[in-house]
Each structure stands twice: as C-alpha cells, then as structure tokens.
C-alpha cells in the first residue's frame, strides 16, 4: 500500500544511453512533481504537473521529457545520459494548493559509468 | 541560488537532549515547511507553518517563524535514536504554483 512508488530502486548505466524512471501514487493527488538530488543532498525541483498538464518547468536540459498519461503517474525519460545525470531523482505527489504537503517516493539512484 | 539554508550542517547530541535547527531564507513566502529524510528514504513531511503564525507545535516538534528576519527554526524535545535524519526547510514562494525551494538541510545524529 505505497503511498507513491518509483521504479527502479537502483539504475547503473553507460553514458550516452537513454532510460526512463517510473513514477505512481495512490493518494488520488492532482499534482506531480520531479526533484534530483545531486551528491550534496541538494534537492532541486525539475517538473510539476498538474492534472496531466505541465505546470512547473525548470530549467533543465530538454534531454529530459516527463511524461504524464493520467494524473496517478509521471515518467522521466533521460536521453543522452551524462555523467553529470548522476543523482537520486525523487518523484512526489501532493493536492493542488501552496499550503499542501508533499508526499515523497523513496528515489530512484542513478550511476552513470 | 538556493532559497533556504539550513544552520548547522551537522549537529549530533546525546539521546534524550533537544535539538534545533535553524533555517533561513532570501525572499517573501507564503509558507515554510520542514520535511525529515531518513538514508536512503524518500522525505516525509513534518510540518507546516503559514506567514502569518509565529509558532507551531505538533507533537515533540516546535516550529518558530520570524518573517523580519527571514528565519525558521525547528526544536525536536527529547531526541530519540529515531530521529537520526537529515531535516530540510522548504519554502512556498509567493508565485502560486506550489514549487517548493528546499535549504540544504541538517544532517542530526542522535547518540544513543
């Protein structure tokens, strides 16, 4: 009964390769987001979508494109990985609202060899 | 650049003693709100404090805001081994569209 889920748990890959993460909750949210959190704990937003439409965008090298299909999931898919891709990237999901909290999947680890 | 920086980067105590973590911030927010990160683990929201209030209890936790002097500060009473973690502050800018500027948290180790 995981509140929201993100697969892999760990993700080990070559430069230059394309992959994507998996993002879902069952909370019955409205709103989505993607932060990575690089070596420094450092947490940055990148995404946010809300109702299946894009409402926050960093700036963030378009080799990154989310992706949601229903207001339950948002995907990242990376192109071109780049050795400097490597963090933890966080997904959350959260009601519409400043004053809502944000619920945290547990990340997704990638290692760009 | 960052909006919140957390003070101290790392703080470590004996089991049973308080802590406080001090946060601090550059523009006008609507709210600030303190998450924990346990290793590994995704974070967990622990509370939330609006402009207007001073002050915010909920449970072993006290959250003080001082908006003149952009600062918030956490207080956990009676740390237990359990509250090893890091803590980040995060705050709402008034912009409306729930981004989230998170500090770059303090890392609490708890001595048992």
């Known amino acids: 009964d995981t509140a929201v889920s993100q697969t892999p748990k760990y993700l080990v890959t070559q430069m230059g390769n394309d992959k994507s993460i998996k993002c879902e909750q069952n909370?019955?949210?409205?709103?989505m987001y993607w932060y990575k959190q690089d070596s420094k704990k450092f947490l940055k937003i990148m995404f946010s979508?809300?109702?299946?439409?894009?409402?926050i965008n960093e700036t963030v090298p378009n080799r990154f494109s989310p992706k949601s299909p229903d207001k339950a999931h948002l995907n990242l898919h990376i192109n071109s990985l780049e050795l400097g891709d490597s963090a933890v990237y966080f997904c959350?999901?959260?009601?519409?609202?400043?004053?809502?909290?944000?619920?945290f999947g547990d990340g997704t680890r990638l290692s760009i060899l | 650049s960052q909006q919140g920086e957390e003070d101290p980067q790392a703080l470590s105590i004996q089991e049973g003693e308080n802590a406080t973590m001090n946060c601090s911030y550059k523009?006008?927010?609507?709210?600030l709100q303190w998450y924990r990160q346990n290793s590994g683990r995704g974070l967990v929201h622990l509370i939330l404090?609006?402009?207007?209030?001073r002050e915010k209890h909920s449970g072993r936790l006290r959250v003080t805001l001082d908006t003149s002097k952009k600062s918030s500060s956490l207080l956990i009473t009676a740390s237990r081994a359990a509250d090893t973690a890091s803590y980040f502050c995060?705050?709402?800018?008034?912009?409306?569209?729930?981004?989230?500027?998170f500090g770059t948290g303090t890392r609490l180790t708890i001595i048992p």
């Open positions: 959350a999901s959260s009601w519409t609202g400043s004053r809502q909290p944000q619920h």
């Open positions: 909370l019955g949210h409205d709103t």
């Open positions: 523009t006008s927010i609507n709210n």
């Open positions: 979508y809300n109702n299946k439409e894009l409402i």
């Open positions: 404090i609006r402009s207007n209030e």
């Open positions: 995060a705050t709402d800018l008034n912009f409306g569209n729930e981004k989230l500027t």
